[in-house]
């Protein structure tokens, strides 16, 4: 049976036919840990006597964005990052700064460690990120855990975290964006609540509902609803929901957007799974990404793996999902049009592909502890998720 929560982020489906080894995970930080993996060429890159600076970012209980602000106020020195690591895990990844220094720099705090690496003639990119290699405790699994071998079967979802976990609102505020209903985005990202969050949020968020406690509501708002204290003072100023929306960091207010588009992407993904479609192997006239990450048509090449559209403006309608986004689009009543957004043309987004599988490499299993490398763009969780086949994910550690 799927979980409430799953069907509330599109995904109506498990990719495997394994019957689920129970267990949780993150009981500790110390029980997911994760790496990041860049590409070779990189790697050369990192050996220049000044320049870019490249640092590993260690962090154990703090997120990358919150770690880099920190670093950014006590230090003076602002880093970029490749990808985003989760706060409940022990991570390592590569920053690097955004000007050319020779300045030697480390840090040692107590959640998170800076070392540099060494020197980048040009600033690193996403391009250079690959992937992500992971070690998972799963506590409390039963013996069937060693029978999992599907590994190379699982579609490429989007996880939890891309929605919000305990309180999945991100895609509601991105479609209320594209809507260009600016009042009810602000109304979500402040009072939505969600039965997976906890009591006291909720409290805080039951407040928020009401215009006339916003000035209560901002006084009793905890350090943790950083985005929600940005929205709520503007409002209180300006009354604006446009203004308010706007005084978020443009990162946020794409990745809403993004996020409705993960929506949409899950459950074209559930919807073709359900009607039998080949997803695991491209085939004629499918659009397929080639080993070295370039987009083209079908040619018969071992190496490329089956992409499907990932709707915005530009949306290419020529692929076999179309069908299946078609009548996704018509019931959430929105058109590819919509996500070119006059009123705020910097959140547009032109759409593009993903791989409709996790490509899984180095798959491990010793005693309770699952090790493998994922591609960029994946997410652990969805792969964790076919293994434990959990009745209540968040419960769970999802």
């Given at each position: 049976?799927?979980?409430?929560?799953?069907?509330?982020?599109?995904?109506?489906?498990?990719?495997?036919?394994?019957?689920?080894?129970?267990?949780?995970?993150?009981?500790?930080?110390?029980?997911?840990?994760?790496?990041?993996?860049?590409?070779?060429?990189?790697?050369?890159?990192?050996?220049?006597?000044?320049?870019?600076?490249?640092?590993?970012?260690?962090?154990?209980?703090?997120?990358?964005?919150?770690?880099?602000?920190?670093?950014?106020?006590?230090?003076?020195?602002?880093?970029?990052?490749?990808?985003?690591?989760?706060?409940?895990?022990?991570?390592?990844?590569?920053?690097?700064?955004?000007?050319?220094?020779?300045?030697?720099?480390?840090?040692?705090?107590?959640?998170?460690?800076?070392?540099?690496?060494?020197?980048?003639?040009?600033?690193?990119?996403?391009?250079?990120?690959?992937?992500?290699?992971?070690?998972?405790?799963?506590?409390?699994?039963?013996?069937?855990?060693?029978?999992?071998?599907?590994?190379?079967?699982?579609?490429?979802?989007?996880?939890?975290?891309?929605?919000?976990?305990?309180?999945?609102?991100?895609?509601?505020?991105?479609?209320?964006?594209?809507?260009?209903?600016?009042?009810?985005?602000?109304?979500?990202?402040?009072?939505?609540?969600?039965?997976?969050?906890?009591?006291?949020?909720?409290?805080?968020?039951?407040?928020?509902?009401?215009?006339?406690?916003?000035?209560?509501?901002?006084?009793?708002?905890?350090?943790?609803?950083?985005?929600?204290?940005?929205?709520?003072?503007?409002?209180?100023?300006?009354?604006?929901?446009?203004?308010?929306?706007?005084?978020?960091?443009?990162?946020?207010?794409?990745?809403?957007?993004?996020?409705?588009?993960?929506?949409?992407?899950?459950?074209?993904?559930?919807?073709?799974?359900?009607?039998?479609?080949?997803?695991?192997?491209?085939?004629?006239?499918?659009?397929?990404?080639?080993?070295?990450?370039?987009?083209?048509?079908?040619e018969n090449d071992p190496y490329q793996r089956l992409s499907i559209p990932f709707v915005g403006y530009s949306y290419y309608k020529k692929t076999r999902f179309h069908h299946y986004i078609k009548?996704?689009?018509?019931?959430?009543?929105?058109?590819?049009?919509?996500?070119?957004?006059?009123?705020?043309?910097?959140?547009?987004?032109?759409?593009?592909?993903?791989?409709?599988?996790?490509?899984?490499?180095?798959?491990?299993?010793?005693?309770?502890?699952?090790?493998?490398?994922?591609?960029?763009?994946?997410?652990?969780?969805?792969?964790?998720?076919?293994?434990?086949?959990?009745?209540?994910?968040?419960?769970?550690?999802?």
């Amino acid at each position: 049976m799927i979980p409430k929560i799953d069907s509330e982020i599109g995904i109506t489906v498990y990719s495997t036919k394994f019957s689920g080894s129970g267990g949780t995970i993150k009981n500790q930080n110390d029980d997911f840990i994760v790496s990041e993996i860049i590409t070779e060429k990189a790697h050369a890159m990192i050996n220049e006597d000044s320049g870019y600076a490249v640092y590993k970012l260690k962090k154990n209980g703090i997120d990358t964005t919150h770690a880099l602000n920190e670093i950014f106020k006590k230090y003076g020195v602002r880093l970029k990052a490749l990808g985003l690591k989760d706060a409940s895990a022990i991570t390592e990844q590569f920053v690097f700064t955004t000007n050319k220094t020779r300045r030697d720099f480390e840090v040692q705090e107590p959640k998170y460690s800076l070392k540099k690496i060494g020197f980048s003639s040009k600033p690193l990119s996403k391009k250079n990120m690959i992937g992500n290699h992971f070690q998972i405790k799963i506590n409390d699994p039963t013996t069937t855990l060693c029978d999992f071998n599907e590994y190379d079967k699982i579609l490429n979802f989007y996880g939890y975290q891309r929605f919000g976990s305990q309180r999945p609102v991100t895609h509601l505020i991105g479609k209320s964006l594209i809507q260009k209903d600016f009042g009810m985005a602000v109304e979500l990202l402040l009072s939505f609540t969600s039965q997976y969050d906890t009591s006291k949020n909720t409290e805080i968020r039951e407040v928020m509902k009401d215009k006339s406690r916003f000035s209560y509501a901002m006084s009793i708002i905890p350090n943790g609803m950083d985005l929600e204290k940005i929205v709520l003072k503007q409002m209180i100023e300006h009354n604006d929901p446009v203004l308010a929306i706007r005084a978020l960091p443009l990162s946020i207010r794409r990745f809403f957007v993004q996020s409705y588009q993960s929506y949409i992407f899950n459950k074209t993904l559930s919807a073709s799974f359900e009607n039998n479609e080949e997803l695991f192997s491209p085939q004629e006239n499918d659009v397929c990404y080639d080993k070295n990450g370039n987009l083209g048509k079908f040619e018969n090449d071992p190496y490329q793996r089956l992409s499907i559209p990932f709707v915005g403006y530009s949306y290419y309608k020529k692929t076999r999902f179309h069908h299946y986004i078609k009548k996704i689009l018509e019931d959430e009543q929105i058109t590819e049009k919509d996500f070119f957004v006059k009123e705020m043309q910097e959140i547009s987004n032109d759409g593009g592909f993903r791989n409709s599988s996790i490509k899984c490499d180095n798959y491990k299993l010793e005693d309770n502890i699952v090790s493998f490398s994922l591609s960029r763009g994946s997410f652990a969780t969805i792969l964790l998720r076919e293994i434990i086949k959990p009745d209540k994910p968040l419960l769970s550690g999802f």
